[in-house]
């Protein structure tokens, strides 16, 4: 059996597991399996994010700064857009097929003595969120890693990362959502994701909301940690339009940075990237150490972070892009207006059924000229005619599409008619993730063909 079929084959195993979107406040589950394991996660350092929105983009831009310091590095990011792989970086790349399987067969029979120890105690299996977590941790340490970039699943505190001590706890703006799970509140919300501080680490935070910020002051006292706030501490000074991205000044914790170019588009890319500037002066050099000129060039320039104002097509122009509730739409319906220079959007929206979608439709409405409303390939998904059904309430034109190949179509020939006119594809990951492939398959770069 080839490598490839390998590691499908684990994720075939995976996806018979209760799904990422069950989750059960109990990370000692995980905690026994790594126990078992003689916890792999200690054998690194660990920079661990969280948030509601941002997290993903921060996490890739403090990965690329620190492997541009000469360290190996792993990332843990989810979910994917194409391939689960994705989830798993080792010095920027998907982890390697082989890699995947043989950590598989390392961890797969302690797997079932756990999965045996909760039958004899009536809780459920393990979920596949939770086994996806051990089989990140053992990958890096069999890589071997020096520092593991880890990014939250769920919350904070009983998310399966929370297995891992990180050296710095980081975190994106922190907004309503998941609110069945995580509270009803910012302040609740805030709580479960401070719990990923932990005893004498070093806290880089995003600005937050008055809420948010002092229950993160209180939790990081509590453990003795160190804790620095985007605008106190440090800051984004200023940002540019440049070529395929923007050029951005950042005063950090040890030093000033002025006009660093990074391949991201958004003022909010310029704030992720303070916040990561931030996040690595604390892991390297302990918050009063600068970061070299020629390192941090290097780290920012080969940023990438795939569905998030991400290029697929031109002639029309088509962005992905994988705002999911209303926090990340308003970034998104910002960054088209900051970064771009057209006059109508026509926005392909599909949207899970656990999310906020008329919050999206109205960040989103401001910029649409024209919707075209779709569903992801999931059963999760909100049915495309009530995402229409909110798209006309907010007086919107729409159109209904069976599925992202046929809504970008529409979409790009609806934009083809005008050079003024682009369109972007956004509401889910997985959505994005899709569309990403379409327009590979498609070859939109190549530019429209009637």
Known sequence: MSDRKRADAVYATLLERQGESWVQPRVERTRRVLELLADPQRTYRVVHVTGTNGKTSTSR???????????RTGLFTSPHLERFTERIMIDGEPVDDAAVADAWDEISPFVDLVDAELAASGDAPLTFFELLTVLAFVACADAPVDVLVLEVGMGGSWDSTNTADGDVAVFAPIALDHADRL????????AVKAGIIKDGAAVVSARQEAASEAVLRAAAAARGASIAFEGAEFALTDDKLAVGGQLISVRGLAGEYPEQYLPLYGAHQGSNAALAIAAVESLIGGGSQPITGDVLAEG????????????VGIAPTVLVDAAHNPHGAHALASALTESFDFDEWGIVLGVLGDKDAEGIVAALAPRAAHVFATAPDSERANDADVIADLAEAAGLPVTVHRDVADAAAAAREWAVASDRRAVVIAGSVVLAGEAIAVATDENWKAGWER
Do not use: C, M, N
């Open 183 to 190: 509270g009803g509140t910012i302040a609740e919300i805030a």
């Open 300 to 311: 920012l320039s080969e940023v990438r972070s795939p569905g998030r104002l991400q290029l």
């Open 61 to 71: 831009i403090i990965e690329s700064l620190i492997r541009a310091h000469g360290l």
